[in-house]
């Protein structure tokens, strides 16, 4: 993967680099300045590079009965909103129960979310996340299908209903 970034690069005209060099130096920059305003109401437990090469900071509230993980772009200023969100409550000792995921879609925002709630409920001794499909999420089946598959959870649909349930198990 390192040796196809560099070839891509070395495709670039000098221009292109800078532009890229400037481009990265600012969203570092962003990077500080965020990290210090999240860090000041929330706990910051990572930060991540998207699809696009894009930098982000995710952060996470958990006062034992909701557990929310949270996600800021580094290429604007936080300004105390997410910009995604998957957000969750403790069904029981052994289930975190997703109740909602919001924000942008296809920017990789929301692997990243799962990757860091599946993290955080080992971390708890969880064994299950949970959710629904409810029919509001119809229109867009397809995407949540392919995203629950991908982050291995068992899907359940109910077509003729429109509803479904979804489980992944940490065992």
């Not at 109401?41 to 998207?50: F, L, S």
């Not at 969750?88 to 129960?97: E, G, L, R, V």
């Not at 409810?134 to 867009?140: M, S």
């Amino acid at each position: 993967m390192v040796l196809a970034t560099l070839e891509r690069e070395e495709l670039k005209e000098p221009e292109e680099l800078q532009q890229d060099l400037n481009e990265l130096e600012f969203q570092l920059f962003r990077m500080q300045e965020n990290m210090k305003r999240i860090a000041k109401r929330w706990q910051v437990i990572g930060i991540e590079q998207t699809k696009e090469e894009k930098w982000v900071i995710v952060y996470i509230l958990d006062d034992g009965s909701q557990c929310k993980i949270m996600l800021n772009d580094c290429e604007t200023a936080y300004d105390g909103i997410w910009d995604f969100s998957i957000q969750a409550t403790y069904a029981d000792d052994y289930t975190i129960h997703i109740g909602d995921i919001k924000g942008e879609e296809n920017k990789g925002y929301g692997s990243i979310c799962m990757k860091y709630l599946k993290n955080h409920a080992v971390d708890q001794n969880v064994q299950y996340i949970t959710g629904d499909i409810a029919k509001r999420d119809w229109d867009h089946l397809d995407r949540l299908i392919h995203f629950y598959e991908k982050h291995n959870f068992d899907l359940e649909i109910d077509y003729e209903d429109q509803c479904g349930d979804i489980v992944w198990n940490l065992a």
